[in-house]
C-alpha cells in the first residue's frame, strides 16, 4: 500500500465508490443485472491508486464486485417478484446448472486469461444488442423455452462466464427468454433472481483462491475486500428498487431499446480494449 496517499484523494475515491454503487443498484433493477461491468473497472483503479500489486488488481476486484452484487441483486429480484413478474419455475430448473457454473468459474478464474474472456464478452454483448436494438418480433427461436438439456447448459455457461467476468449473468438469461416470446418485463425480472445464485458462491471462491495471498489492502477475505464492500453496498441497495419502478413504467419497445444500448457500450469498452 502506498503511505503517500493524501486524504483528498481517498475521500475522491469513497465519492466515486457511492456513485458507482448509486449506478450499480439503478442498473440491477432496471435490467435485472448485477453490474460488474461498473463495479470491476471501479474497483481496480482503487487498487491501483492505493498501490495493490498489478498481479492480484483484477481478481480483488472481480471477487469484491461478486461480494457486493449480492444484496443488491437480492433486493432487485425482491423489488421484482413483488410485482409477479418473476417466472419462478424457469429460476428453479436452471438453479443448479448455473451454480455449477460458478463453481467452475471460481476454479478456473485465475488461470484464465483474461483476453479470452474479453473477447469473449465483447461477442456475445454485441450479438445480445443487435438483437435488442434491431431485432424483430419474428426474431425468435420458438414460442417457448424447450425442455431442452442444451438450455441446461447455456444456463451452465452463464455461471462459468458470469463469476469470471464479475457479472450477474442476466443479460445472457434475458436475452434467452426474449428469444423465445417472453416479454422484456417478465425477462429482466426474472434474470435478477439469478444474480443471487452467482454471486453468493462466486464471492465464497473468490475468498478462498485468495485466502492468504500476500500484498491484499487491509480488511481483505482473500479476494473479497470489505471496505469497498462497505461503501458501495448502501448505496447499491438503496438505488435498486428505483430501477425496478422504472422497469416497469417503461413500454416494452423501450426498455429494449435501453438494453441493447447498454449491452452495446459494454460492447464497445471491451472491444476498444482489446484492439486498443
Known sequence: MDPGISAGTIALLVVALGAGGLVTGLLAGLFGIGGGAI???VL????SVLGVD?????????GTSLAIIIPTSLKSFSAHRAR???????????AIPVVLGVATGSFVASISPSVVLKWVW????????VKMLWGQDGWRLGDDIPKSWLVELYAYFVGLISTLLSIGGGAYITTLMTLYGR?????VATASGFGPLIAIPGALGFIVAGWNVPGLPPLSLGYVNLIGAAVIIPASVYAAPWGARIAHG?????LEIWFGC??????????????G
Open 39 to 41: 463495479l470491476v473497472p
Open 44 to 47: 481496480n483503479e482503487l487498487w
Open 54 to 62: 498489478p498481479a492480484i488488481r483484477m481478481h480483488l476486484a472481480v
Open 84 to 94: 409477479g413478474a418473476v417466472d419462478l419455475g424457469l429460476l428453479r430448473r436452471l
Open 122 to 129: 465483447a461477442v456475445f454483448a454485441s450479438v445480445m444488442a
Open 183 to 187: 416479454s422484456i418485463h417478465q425477462a
Open 250 to 254: 417503461i413500454p416494452r419497445r423501450k
Open 262 to 275: 447498454f449491452l452495446a457500450a459494454i460492447a464497445i469498452k471491451y472491444l476498444v480494449e482489446l484492439l
